[in-house]
Each structure stands twice: as C-alpha cells, then as structure tokens.
C-alpha cells in the first residue's frame, strides 16, 4: 500500500464510523478507550461501596486554598531550607575535619615546596575538596524535594502558582520545568518540551536558569557560613526566593515585549497524595546526589588543576624585592643580636606571605583577575571572586573551587585553615576586609543570577536548535546580575550596611 | 437553569455534573477528550472558580484553568 492509499483508506474508515455512530471519530475513539479501561477494571478493582472524602480531597481542601495555597507553598520552602541547613552542619564538619587531615598528610608525605605538593595540596585538596565539603548539603536539599515530589505535592505547587503565572502570561504548568531546575537546569529546560505553545516553551526556557540548581548551593553554603551562621536558613531561603521572583518578573517581560499572544489553556493531572516510601525518596536522592559527587570528580576536579596551574605559572616570577636575602638578612640580625627571636619570626611571616601575594598577582590568573577587577569592583568584588565567577561558566561550584585553589596558595606549609575562615580574614591592600556580609550577600545574588553553566547553555542550544537563544540568555542573565547585585551592594551600604 | 447548559467555572465545589460539550478548537477538544474529558462523561468539582479548578474525571484529578472551565459545557 502507498501513502495515498492509506490516507484514502483513513477517511473512508472514518466516514464509515461517522455513519453508524453519528458523532466525530475522536469521541468516539475516547468513548471506547475508557470504556475498555473501565471493564477491565471493574473486574479488577474491587472498592467499598460507600464513596467517602478521599484523603486527597480533605488535603487539597486546605493546600489548594485560595488564601492559604501560597502562603502554604511558601512555608514548606522555608521549612525545606530550614531542615536542610540546621541538619547538615554536623556532616559537613565531619568533612570538613577529614579534608584538613588529609591535607596536612598529603603536604608532609610530598617534598616541601615541590610543584607537586602545591598540586596535590592547593590544587585538588583545597579545590575539589572546598566542594566535596557540601555533599551533605546537596543529598539533604534533594532529600527533602524527593518527599514533596513523592508525596503528590509538587504537581499542587504548580497548581498554586498558577494564579501568579497567569499574571504574567503564563501558567501552573511552566511552574514544574522551573520547579526542576530548583534541583539542575538541564533537566528543567528539557521538561519545557511539555508545553505546547512556541511563546510558553521559549519564555519558559530563558527564565529556568534563575532557578537556583544545586550547584550554586555550595556558594551559598560558603558565605553563609562564614558570614550568617546563625540565620543560614533564612538567608538560604531569600535567595532562592530571589531567583523565582526574577524568573517570574522576566517571565512577564519576555511574554509583553519578545513574545506577545493570549496565554494557552491550562490543564494538567494531579497525582493523588501517596506517603512517600523511604526506598523512593532515598533512590531520588542518591540518582541526583550522585550526579553532583561525579562533577565533582570530573570537570570541576579538571577545572581546579586549570585555575592551580593558571594562579602558580611562571613558577619563579621576578619579584620586586629579593624576599631570600631579606629573610637572610633578618636571620642574621638575629644572630648578631640585633632584634628578639619574635621579631625576626614575624619579619619573615610577613616577607613570605608578601611573596606569596605577589606571585599569585603575578601569574596567569593575577593578570586575568587584573581584567576582571574593574568590572566587578563595583559590586565590591576583588580579583578573586572575579576569577572565582569567570570559572564558574562551566559549572557552579568551581567559583567554590577557584576561591578553594586561590586561598590554599601559598599557605601550603601552614596548618590549613578552613576555606570559611580563610576568606573571613582576607583583605584588601588598604587593610579593610574584603569579605562583609553585604559583600557575601551580593556574592550569593550574583552567582544566582548570572551567566548558566555551559552544560545549561548547550541544552539550550538543543532544545532551540538555534545559537540565538543560548547566547541571549547567557548575556541577559549577566546583565540582570550585574544590575541586581550592583542595587544590592551599593544600596547596602548607601543604608550603612557594608 | 433548568435544562440549560453552564460553563464548569459555575460549578460549586462538592457538586457532580455531566460533560456536554466543549466550545474550543480542535486541538484544544482533541487534547481534553484524550485526558478522558469526553462528551457525556461525569465529573466531581473538588475545587472551583475563582483561580484554577480541580475535577475528579474517572478516578483521576484534574487541575483545569479558568479560562478553559468557561469553555466546557456541563449540566
């Protein structure tokens, strides 16, 4: 049979069926598919005969509220955070603990002062590692969004939200997609496929990457820690707000001005509420979790190594002073009695940590970081944090990583700090820090907002078949980072924060 | 209304009625009667108008736009 006859045969067929039923072929098709279900499952499911309020019904009741469904979704973020961020604490020091020791072994078992014990020890102790230390974090986060969705309620929170989307021209359904990429992007923007209207799809699309991923949490777990130990769960909590109000908000802007049209219908199925099995969510934790733990293997392992050698070559630079022969000079002052034995140990702690800054400013990433700085200066950002988010194209945690590298430099034959404590103490030349809570604040919102990874960019890349989205959406979510951060960080100290 | 037709967004919460017919187009119609929205089906709203619906439509729940439940007819 040719296509000619087939399409024949179909209208034939069709014509026949309107014939005998009177009615169109569609209905007619429906009627007898939930038909056959219905017999068949007569026969199978036996159900008491006296129908109750189900159990879903009662919850939905409350959930689905019109006043109360937000306020509801709100709460059990917050909670989510909460939990997330008070039960992790004690795992991550166990981590944190097992990186130090390691360190301290590794830098003794390599020759002191060898490229090779710089490697090991800054490059992928003090990258890798800095991102190793919120793996608790990451599984926790996951863990509690494996209960919602197990349990039916994250198909309810795109319901809820469903008001809020229609505002801005969308609906409940886009919800789930930016629901997703509260866990990756990626596969949030591969869930737009769901929505059928071009406009929704592409809208839907562009604003998933302000969904803040798993990635950006060990940013967040890093500053907070360092700087609001006691409120971590709130601050967590706002971010991540943060990010669903700036979807929202560009949402709305893309729909008046780059996509304009009347929002499509909304229909979509709520899965009854199930109590979520341990077996399940552990299984939705793990699939995710791990994913996290072979990044951190892989790419950010590859990315770490590449900032170590960038922040360590030329390995010799020539430096303004001769820092040997001061350090020569100050040991034999001592000998011949001229200063006390604390003073020449502090000479030459200064000299040596001295050296260390300016081989860092003279190596290849002090000179990208001297590009960068100007741009970032004005959110209150140095070199570092510069690079730290310049590394952070292609994933997230390596600005923990580059921070991790860029802080373990130099410091080698120390008792290594925690990364936390190392940028608590960093200034600038003038002698103020570095690192406030309003610096650290704007850091998290920047690193929110800005450019996705490259992994993000590329599945945008697919899911448009076109270079025209990925590379609007990564220049649009710089600049609204740079906008937004550069409101919070100069209206933070306008109001006498920072 | 007696024997009239009413849009599923009149419907009061806990109220059961009868699909009768669908005022959109063809792929619109083609997609609910593929969710089991078809002519002559009965349905339970558990949640009603203002904001999204939820319908209880062969043992499954369905969560309905606004828009769309002014669209279906029911009795």
């Known amino acids: ?325 001061l350090k020569q000079e100050a040991m034999s002052d001592l000998a011949s009695g001229l200063i006390m034995k604390e003073a020449m140990d502090e000479t030459i702690a200064n000299l040596e940590s001295e050296q260390a800054r300016e081989k860092m400013e003279k190596s290849y990433l002090g000179h990208l970081g001297r590009i960068i700085e100007p741009v970032v200066k004005p959110l209150g950002f140095d070199w570092k944090i510069g690079v730290g988010l310049f590394g952070g194209f292609i994933a997230k945690e390596i600005v923990v990583g580059t921070l991790g590298t860029l802080y373990a430099v130099g410091e080698a034959d120390e008792e290594s700090a925690p990364l936390r404590e190392r940028i608590q103490k960093d200034t600038w030349p003038d002698g103020k820090k570095i690192y406030t809570p309003l610096t650290a604040f704007t850091l998290m919102v920047f690193t929110l907002l800005y450019m996705p990874c490259v992994a993000a960019i590329g599945v945008i890349y697919r899911e448009t078949n076109s270079w025209k989205w990925p590379l609007f959406a990564a220049g649009y979510t710089t600049a609204v980072a740079w906008i937004v951060s550069f409101i919070v960080y100069q209206g933070g100290k306008l109001i006498g924060l920072g | 209304m007696k024997g009239g037709f009413m849009p599923l967004s009149m419907v009061n919460p806990g109220e059961e009625v009868t699909l009768m017919a669908i005022h959109a187009g063809y792929g619109l119609q083609s997609r609910l009667f593929s969710m089991g929205l078809s002519p002559g089906v009965k349905m339970k709203v558990v949640k009603g108008a203002p904001g999204p619906l939820v319908v209880l439509v062969r043992d499954t729940r369905l969560a309905l736009g606004c828009g769309m439940a002014h669209k279906i007819m029911v009795r």
């Not at chain 1, 014509?15 to 009177?22: A, N, R, V």
């Not at chain 1, 098709?29 to 017999?39: A, H, P, S, T």
């Open chain 1, 1 to 325: 049979m040719d296509r000619r006859e087939i399409l024949d045969q179909v209208r034939k067929s069709s014509e026949h069926l309107k014939g005998i039923f009177d009615d169109e072929v569609e209905t007619i098709v429906v009627d007898r598919r939930y038909g056959f279900i219905n017999g068949i499952y007569k026969r199978a499911v036996s159900r008491p005969a006296i129908e109750r309020l189900s159990a879903s019904d009662k919850i939905d009741r409350i959930v689905l509220n019109r006043v109360l469904g937000i306020p509801i979704f709100l709460f059990l973020m917050w909670l989510m955070f909460k939990f997330t961020f008070t039960l992790s604490e004690v795992p991550m020091g166990w981590v944190e603990s097992g990186q130090e020791w390691l360190g301290n072994v590794c830098s003794r078992f390599f020759p002191e002062g060898s490229a090779f014990q710089s490697l090991v020890v800054e490059g992928i102790i003090g990258g890798v590692g800095s991102v190793i230390i919120f793996v608790p974090i990451i599984f926790l986060l996951f863990f509690c969004m494996a209960i919602l969705e197990d349990s039916g309620y994250m198909a309810r929170a795109a319901f809820v939200m469903d008001r809020f989307m229609h505002k801005i021209g969308l609906h409940g359904r886009s919800f789930i997609p930016m629901i997703l990429g509260l866990g990756c992007n990626i596969p949030g923007i591969m869930a737009c496929r769901t929505i059928d209207q071009e406009r929704d799809r592409l809208t839907t699309i562009l604003v998933n990457p302000f969904m803040s991923c798993g990635a950006r949490l060990p940013v967040y777990a890093l500053l907070i820690g360092a700087f609001f130990p006691e409120k971590g769960g709130t601050v967590l909590y706002s971010i991540y707000i943060l990010g669903i109000a700036m979807a929202i908000i560009m949402a709305k802007i893309f729909r008046k001005y780059l996509f304009p049209g009347p929002t499509a219908p909304f229909v979509m199925e709520l899965p009854p509420y199930r109590m979520p099995t341990i077996k399940g969510v552990i299984i939705h934790m793990w699939e995710r979790g791990v994913l996290y733990l072979k990044k951190a293997g892989t790419i950010i392992l590859a990315g770490c190594v590449l900032v170590w050698f960038l922040g360590n070559f030329p390995w010799n630079p020539e430096y303004s002073k001769d820092y040997d022969r």
